[in-house]
């Protein structure tokens, strides 16, 4: 579903004959116009558009599905839309002759835009249609240079960035246009999801999340998902907390098929893998809709990136809407943000924001202007939760779960004839109050998922994991700790834990796939045997093309203003440093970070040197009568 809402100017231009080629359904306000992509209920003169799902103890993970719901149901779904724990992404958009409101989940995770000039007003959950509204308007819209590489180096948390000039990301779970003023609350739901009266116990709330749970999961069905359940597995935390979850459920472990991304020398894949034939789960299918294009690895991240839509840049695991799945669901660092939520001690907002600019080194290839850009934006950020009567801890938890849940929420997905994405446990107020009445050394130690992991599946508990093991402060005095770790502790390339190595098949959406091509075979071969993540086996086609970029960019060639933007020099400085032995590239070459900065410059300079201005806009003119 694709949905604009327009102010009086858009009103007037759409009212005067303007259309656009696949149309939506407009629907004319006093002052406004709807347009939507799909058909709308009418409960008396409301009007009401929903998408996405809402995950409350009576409809756990499943779908509302409101093309066959009665419009009277559909009203009443509206009017609990702020008063339940909203897990799910969604969008419910009403509106009738004089007023509308657009209500998301409460962590603003449904992607919705918005541009404002003055008066007038454009909000759209697609950038595509964004644009398109916006141009066919008359409205001048450019791409950014700045607002590109604000989103590349440090991602949306602070600056919405979008890439475009004057439209960003939309951050607030409301927005309402009412008595002829729009209006936005982008913080105030921070102070009910992430404060707590501290004197609560921990005991009492984590009961309640474990009852919440163990009721709601009995109400997980097929028929819920469309005949088919798809969840991410790694030898991580968060995938094994919502699989204790789902097999709380009703369901047999072989309905429920599971993906993992990586080489089988990873141990995320080789530790997935053992948890598939330990519990007789079905390896599922991953649907990927920038399958390799060319004949080089970055030939992906090249020539796929036509849509930059803010929260995207070289994202493996793109169904090509917006709602991504993996790692890169924002342009951030999330391990950054982990270092920072866990290690940071209380200081004042300007050191803090000195802290976070100078992580990984990173303000170094940008431009001093974009820095102080970014520090003035993350100071407001702060400041504005100070006036909501934050401590500093709930600042930190604040910022580190609005991040960390546009990574994790897309990661425990469903897939059947539709894309829908499912629960993921970091989304319910019920454990942020749990992270938020442990100390830092328990928050730290993961303690709130082993307590619930050990509820619902202590055996699920206790099995290996990937890369780490849980810290010893959990378990009780007398474990036997050492036996356990040597068991449990599982690295890239260690010996197999199951006979069996499982193949997740991947389906592609959108282009044919085409065998990958490395500019550095040996090494990206040994870097896969290696099991070491994916952009360092492919960092050698990634310096070419960035070196590319980078001479169109010293000829007078390349987009508009971006040597203004990034540390050209720098840059060049740290390609020099690249060392493509494949034994010793991470003792004299660039910091994991950096390699992962490579790759997203390179999708973001050719995403600002594209030819395409805009999206492609078609429209005709009609006639009233």
């Known amino acids: 579903m694709d949905f604009f809402i327009g102010s009086g100017s858009f009103k007037s231009k759409f009212e005067s004959g303007a259309g656009l080629a696949s149309r939506p359904q407009l629907s004319f306000g006093r002052q406004f116009v709807v347009g939507s992509s799909e058909p709308f209920k009418t409960f008396n003169s409301l009007?009401?558009?929903?998408?996405?799902?809402r995950l409350t103890k009576d409809s756990f993970l499943s779908h509302w599905n409101f093309d066959q719901a009665s419009d009277s149901d559909v009203y009443a779904h509206y009017q609990k839309r702020n008063t339940d724990f909203s897990l799910g992404v969604f969008?419910?958009?009403a509106w009738s002759e004089e007023e509308w409101e657009l209500s998301l989940d409460r962590l603003a995770q449904y992607t919705v835009f918005i541009w404002t000039s003055g008066d007038d007003y454009l909000i759209s959950n697609s950038l595509d249609l964004m644009v398109k509204v916006l141009h066919l308007s008359g409205f001048s819209v450019k791409r950014s240079t700045r607002s590109t590489v604000e989103a590349l180096v440090y991602g949306t948390t602070f600056g919405c960035a979008?890439?475009?000039?004057?439209?960003?990301?939309?951050?607030?779970?409301?927005?309402?246009?009412?008595?002829?003023?729009?209006?936005?609350?982008e913080y105030l739901f921070v102070k009910e999801l992430y404060s707590i009266d501290k004197r609560d116990k921990y005991e009492d709330y984590l009961d309640e999340a474990i009852e919440f749970i163990s009721d709601a999961a009995r109400n997980i069905c097929l028929d819920a998902f469309g005949g088919t359940i798809l969840t991410d597995l790694t030898g991580g935390v968060d995938s094994r907390l919502v699989l204790s979850i789902l097999l709380q459920s009703s369901l047999e472990p072989e309905d429920i098929s599971v993906f993992c991304l990586g080489s089988d020398s990873r141990a995320d894949k080789i530790v997935a893998d053992y948890l598939v034939e330990q519990y007789n789960l079905s390896p599922g299918k991953f649907f990927n809709a920038k399958s390799p294009e060319g004949s080089s690895s970055a030939d992906s991240i090249e020539n796929g990136v036509h849509r930059f839509y803010g929260t995207k840049l070289a994202d493996f695991g793109d169904f090509g809407d917006g709602k991504i799945i993996g790692q890169t669901k924002i342009t951030g660092y999330y391990g950054e943000l982990t270092r920072l939520f866990y290690d940071y001690i209380p200081m004042t907002n300007e050191r803090l924001v000195d802290e976070f600019l100078s992580v990984g080194g990173l303000n170094r290839y940008i431009s001093q202007d974009v820095v102080v850009s970014l520090?003035?934006?993350?100071?407001n950020f702060f400041v504005s939760l100070d006036k909501l009567g934050l401590t500093f801890d709930d600042k930190l938890h604040a910022l580190y779960l609005l991040n960390r849940n546009?990574?994790?929420f897309g990661m425990s997905a469903h897939l059947a004839e539709k894309t829908r994405q499912a629960f993921h446990p970091l989304n319910s107020s019920l454990f942020v109050k749990l992270s938020l009445l442990v100390s830092r050394e328990e928050r730290k130690?993961?303690?709130?998922?082993?307590?619930?992991?050990g509820r619902l599946s202590p055996s699920l508990q206790m099995e290996p994991m990937a890369e780490k093991v849980w810290s010893k402060c959990l378990l009780p005095s007398g474990f036997d700790y050492e036996s356990y770790r040597n068991r449990c502790f599982i690295k890239n390339g260690a010996m197999a834990l199951s006979v069996n190595r499982y193949k997740y098949s991947q389906a592609n959406l959108l282009h044919r796939k085409v065998p990958r091509v490395y500019e550095n075979p040996k090494f990206s071969e040994r870097m896969r045997k290696l099991g070491v993540q994916y952009h360092w086996a492919m960092l050698p086609d990634v310096k070419l093309r960035v070196e590319k970029y980078l001479n169109q960019i010293d000829a007078g060639s390349q987009a508009e203003g971006i040597s203004e933007v990034l540390n050209i020099v720098n840059i060049r400085e740290l390609i020099g440093c690249l060392n493509f032995e494949a034994n010793t590239h991470r003792e004299v070459g660039p910091s994991n970070i950096e390699a992962k900065f490579l790759v997203k410059a390179l999708s973001a300079l050719a995403w600002l040197q594209g030819k395409e201005v805009f999206p492609a806009v078609n429209y005709h003119f009609h006639v009233h009568n």
Not at 168 to 182: D, E, H, I, V, W
Not at 375 to 379: A, E, G, H, N, Q
Request: proline share 2%; hydrophobic share 45%.
């Open 47 to 53: 009007n009401l558009l929903f998408s996405g799902a």
């Open 91 to 93: 969008s419910l958009l």
């Open 375 to 379: 520090r003035s934006k993350m100071l």
């Open 445 to 453: 130690a993961n303690k709130v998922a082993f307590d619930v992991i």
């Open 406 to 408: 546009k990574v994790h």
């Open 162 to 185: 979008t890439g475009f000039e004057g439209i960003t990301l939309y951050r607030s779970p409301k927005a309402s246009f009412r008595s002829g003023q729009l209006n936005i609350d």
